[in-house]
């Protein structure tokens, strides 16, 4: 799967942590490259609009808290970011919400959880049916659409 890959300075510990992790995948690193701090936005917007314009399937963002990166990539029509701090909502996001950006907290869960989130948000599949029309209540939005 191609999958974008972006942090601020928070989260590129785990960022890097998790590229090892993901090393059957097509990886796109959007950065940051180094723990100099800089501004969540600048690598967010990027990421998610490449999973936005289908050059990526799904999406991983990291940032201290995974607010900022979730407020960023929940801007970018298309895009249903999820920020994740247990499994259970890791499946949840996929079977419900159909995310494609995975939203994760540098600063707050340990690597160990990041990659059991990961493994479970990358193979649970959408359910479908009312969660679809919900879905598609959100895409209408997104176009101007009531
Ligand atoms: C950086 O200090 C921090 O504010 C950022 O990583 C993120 O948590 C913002 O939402």
């Not at 993901?22 to 800089?38: A, P, V, W, Y």
């Not at 990539?73 to 419900?96: P, Q, T």
């Amino acid at each position: 799967m191609k999958i974008a890959l972006a942090s601020d300075h928070a989260g590129y510990e785990l960022k890097e942590a998790i590229k090892e992790f993901l090393n059957e995948h097509k990886l796109t690193d959007f950065g940051t490259h180094s723990i100099e701090s800089m501004d969540y936005p600048d690598t967010g917007f990027k990421a998610a609009e490449a999973v936005a314009r289908g050059e990526c399937e799904r999406g991983i963002l990291i940032c201290g808290s995974g607010l900022g990166m979730s407020i960023v990539a929940n801007k970018v029509k298309g895009i249903r970011a999820a920020l994740c701090n247990s499994v259970e909502l890791a499946r949840l996001s996929r079977k419900h919400n159909d995310a494609n950006i995975l939203v994760l907290q540098g600063r707050f869960i340990s690597h160990s959880l990041a990659k059991e989130i990961i493994k479970v948000w990358f193979y649970t599949e959408f359910d479908g049916g009312r969660h679809q029309r919900r879905i598609d209540k959100i895409s209408r939005y997104e176009k101007g659409e009531k």
